[in-house]
Nanobody, 124 residues
Framework: QVQLVESGGGLVQAGGSLRLSCVGS????????MGWFRQAPGKEREFVAA????????YYTDSVKGRFTISRDNAKNTLYLQMNSLKPEDTAVYYC?????????????????WGQGTQVTVSS
């Protein structure tokens, strides 16, 4: 069983930066593909970024490419999301997710483990 806890959210002005963290416990995360998703009010939870368990390849949704960077520190069992040049449309609750044998890395339904979420609010 894996437990995930996110932190680092907050209120920031447009153009600002935040770094989200997701600390795992229960098992080592080095064998898990890890992802970030977000959910804005009244909208579906959507894929933001992911990092594969083997190659460390990274994947991003188009709207965050060039602004967000996903990374992992296996020694600390921690996943990060560095968010730069934030826009009001990035406002959402951000969730980290983990799965050991996921097939479609961008699919919300493929992840078995989820954190409780952290709120990111970007003011204009």
């Amino acid at each position: 069983q894996v437990q995930l806890v996110e932190s680092g959210g907050g209120l920031v002005q447009a153009g600002g930066s935040l770094r989200l963290s997701c600390v795992g416990s229960g098992r080592t995360l080095r064998t898990y593909t890890m992802g970030w998703f977000r959910q804005a009010p009244g909208k579906e939870r959507e894929f933001v970024a992911a990092i594969s368990r083997r190659s460390g390849s990274t994947y991003y949704t188009d709207s965050v490419k060039g602004r967000f960077t996903i990374s992992r520190d296996n020694a600390k069992n921690t996943l990060y999301l560095q968010m730069n040049s934030l826009k009001p449309e990035d406002t959402a609750v951000y969730y980290c997710a983990a799965d050991e044998f996921i097939s479609t890395i961008t699919a919300r339904t493929g992840y078995d483990y989820w954190g409780q979420g952290t709120q990111v609010t970007v003011s204009s």
